[in-house]
């Protein structure tokens, strides 16, 4: 007999020294915590994240130098009809008063009328930073409540970026700490039915948590490589948990099996690293190529990302190698403690005992491959149908959840002011003499935008035009009335770019402009997505190619499974658009459509599905290659490895969904698209995919799903090994 694996000479390393092998462990994460916290993050800077034109833009007003004060308004309205001048002054007077003996204001301003009169605007500087000035906020609301209070007959609130801010991250804090006391409970509860043991099911959850800890301290240490985003460590908890818990799953529910035909704790543990630890190292090989292609997308965001997955995914796969072993030969039996007497009953593994649900999902698709086949593709391929209209953008202020009461301000505000709206910004950028033809320039352009209806003029005194103190850079923000992701705020920054700024800067020597804003953030980005997801994509699939048939020594298993991934994905995208582009779920689900999809969204679910797609692909192709190594026909190979691979398949996608779907319940939009999109792919991948489309295109092709060039053959046969059970015969008997 050959040299043993690399995964089986550490597994048995690890059961035979369980306590040496659980200390390392133990050491080895906190050392990665402890040394990344100590180290520090190092943050992603707008330069980083420079996207476009609106990331020119962006550079641009950095270059300048502005120090800009965050600031507050008071709104005055009336709570119905008419608006009374005196009252909304006297009002106004008495916020003033009190505002100016608020700590953390700088100055109160003067109280500014609408044009049409309906409101009053009372503008505030705070004092400090602004990027803390949602933090700080607080002192602020209170007076105004108190303003509001000794003025009954109007409506008297605060509103602006710091109260919006705080008020975001109050519904965002409440939603994160929901889905945490949520997605524990629900991902233990699934074990516990799959497992029907608690022990069992905590396994898999202490793996997947300790995981997590290493690689956020890795991915601290590794920031100063690749600077680091808000959403990286997001992203670590949810691939982390669902890859920690998948590979763990699949480790104890063989090495039950394995003890469940009466091997000794140690056999078990060998065959269960020699088997489901060989296909935990492929499909953490797989999931880690597809997030090495976000680094193709040349993107901080996305780089961050692929950095944090990419190790937490390592770090779960060096667990499930290491201190999985060493826990499940420490615990025994006693792995299958305390038993749940029902469930213990249903899900223990029994030499003999045949299952009856599997085998009838299968059956049609190893009877009639060529019907079922051709009718679940075309079932999928409807689905993914409406991804070919499927439109980027990002979310506005106007998808923000309008139970806040800031937000409801902002919305009063916008109607009676709306230069405070959305806006644009153009950026200049020329030498310092020629500063006063920038202003002249820039002031002209922003009378022609003041005419135009696709823009709001201006406030007040005139267009606040900002110059920087080396007078090389100058900044207008100029308005448009309308809705962020509307038409019509596209078509203002097209004419903008196209129109207006060329030709009110035209002339001027070395003059470099570009213009930024929300409006273009979301239309550059979307660019820049549709630019490189072939990119990805095509990185990704042609390094999954070679892994899969290097991995199976088969041309043909490397291709479907190319395949079946891209009509899951595929599915995954039409299935979000038929929710979220149209209105018919708004109801069901408590969003309002954006008529479009999250901008991030395509690129960011190719990836992290087509990985974890992998994993449910490697695992249940390595169980019918086992049975083909072992002398089993094609037709019965395929009925084996599905049949004896279903439950741990169907228990890691269940606790999948089960935790995306929990993302589907917060208030923003992003999120709920990623929980659905998650969850829906994960939900089709593991049923129509896995239980039909597979079984159909391998029992059509036979014996071919195993051919590969001279080169890629196998050189030496596979171990004698004891037979796999047939399957029933009633399940393939029809040939």
């Known amino acids: 007999m050959g040299r043993r694996p690399v995964t089986v000479r550490v597994a048995r390393w690890s059961a035979e020294h369980p306590w040496r092998a659980i200390a390392l462990w133990v050491v080895f994460v906190a050392v990665c915590f402890v040394g990344g916290n100590a180290a520090g993050l190092n943050e992603a800077t707008d330069a980083d994240q420079a996207i476009g034109e609106f990331g020119r833009a962006e550079l641009i007003v950095d270059d300048g130098g502005f120090h800009r004060a965050a600031t507050e308004n ?45 409101a009053l605007l009372l503008p505030i500087t705070m004092s400090g930073d602004p990027e803390t000035a949602g933090d700080r906020v607080g002192p602020l609301r209170d007076a105004t409540a108190g303003v509001q209070a000794a003025h009954p007959g109007l409506r008297v609130e605060e509103v602006g970026g710091p109260s919006i801010d705080k008020a975001l991250d109050d519904t965002l804090g409440k939603d994160f700490k929901r889905a945490e006391l949520l997605s524990l409970p629900v991902t233990l509860a699934i074990l516990i039915i799959a497992f029907g043991a608690l022990i069992a099911a905590g396994v898999p959850v202490l793996l997947a948590l300790s995981s997590v800890a290493a690689a956020m301290g890795l991915s601290t240490l590794a920031s100063h490589l690749v600077p680091a985003t808000d959403t990286t460590a997001s992203v670590i908890l949810l691939i982390g948990m669902a890859v920690g ?7 104890v529910r063989r090495e039950r099996e394995e003890r469940a035909k009466g ?29 090495a292609g976000l680094l193709l997308a040349q993107d901080a965001i996305f780089s961050s990302l692929a950095v944090g997955s990419i190790l937490v995914v390592a770090v779960a796969v060096l667990g499930s190698l290491t201190v999985l072993p060493a826990l499940l030969a420490k615990l025994g039996r006693w792995v299958d403690r305390p038993r749940v007497p029902l469930l213990w009953r249903l899900t223990t593994p029994r030499p003999g005992r045949r299952p009856r649900f599997w085998p009838a999902v299968l059956r049609p698709a190893l009877r009639a491959p060529v019907a ?29 959840p309008r139970t806040t009461a800031a937000m409801q301000a902002y919305d009063r505000l916008a109607a009676a002011f709306p230069s405070n709206g959305t806006s644009h910004t153009v950026a200049v950028r020329a030498p310092a003499d020629q500063a006063d033809r920038v202003r002249a320039a820039l002031t002209g352009l922003a009378a022609r935008t003041g005419a135009d209806p696709l823009f709001a003029p201006a406030e007040g005194d005139g267009p606040e035009i900002r110059v920087s103190t080396d007078r090389r850079v100058s900044v207008l923000e100029v308005a448009t009335p309308f809705a962020s992701r509307s038409d019509e705020a596209s078509r203002s920054l097209h004419e903008l770019r196209d129109d207006l700024v060329p030709a009110a800067l035209d002339g001027v020597p070395g003059v470099e402009y570009a213009v930024g804003g929300g409006v273009a953030a979301s239309e550059d980005y979307a660019d820049h997505i549709w630019a490189k997801l072939p990119v990805v994509a095509a990185f990704v699939l042609a390094l ?192």
């Not at 818990?245 to 480790?251: A, E, G, I, K, P």
């Not at 020699?274 to 296909?279: I, L, N, P, R, V």
Request: aromatic content about 8%.
């Open 245 to 251: 818990v998948d590979y763990s799953l699949f480790y």
């Open 263 to 291: 091997r000794s704790g140690l056999d078990a543990v060998e065959v269960a690293a020699e088997t489901s630890g060989h296909a935990v190292v492929v499909s953490g090989t797989a999931v880690i190529i597809a997030m």
């Open 544 to 735: 999954t190619f070679l892994v899969m048939a290097w991995t199976f020594r088969s041309v043909v298993v490397a291709l479907t499974s190319i395949l079946l991934n891209l009509l899951s994905v595929g599915a995954a995208y039409g299935l979000l658009v038929l929710v979220f582009q149209s209105h018919w779920a708004e109801g069901l689900l408590g969003f309002t459509s954006m008529d479009a999809i999250v901008t991030w969204l395509p690129l960011f679910l190719f990836v992290v599905l087509f990985g974890l797609s992998m994993d449910y692909h490697v695992f249940v192709v390595s169980r019918i290659r086992e049975a083909v190594d072992r002398g089993m026909p094609n037709r019965e190979a395929v009925a084996y490895g599905i049949t004896s691979s279903a439950p741990v398949v169907t228990s890691a996608a269940i606790v999948m969904v089960g935790v995306f779907s929990i993302f589907a319940t917060l208030s923003m939009i992003d999120f709920k698209q990623l929980g659905i999109g998650l969850a829906a792919a994960i939900l089709l991948d593991a049923t129509i995919i896995r239980a039909v489309v597979l079984p159909s295109v391998m029992t059509l092709l036979g014996d071919a799903n195993w051919w590969a060039p001279r080169f890629l053959r196998r050189r030496v046969a596979a171990p004698p090994a004891e037979p796999p059970p047939a399957p029933a015969p009633e399940l393939v008997g029809a040939r």
């Open 74 to 118: 008071v709104l005055i309205t009336a709570r119905s009809g008419a608006l009374d001048p005196a009252a909304a002054k006297a009002a106004a007077q008495d916020a003033a008063d009190r505002l100016r003996q608020v700590e953390g204001v700088a100055s109160v301003g003067t109280p500014m009328p609408s044009r049409d009169g309906s």
């Open 372 to 400: 079922t086949l051709l009718v679940s593709v075309a079932l999928l391929l409807a689905l993914a149908a409406p991804a070919l209209g499927m439109k980027l953008k990002f979310p506005g202020t106007e998808d923000v």
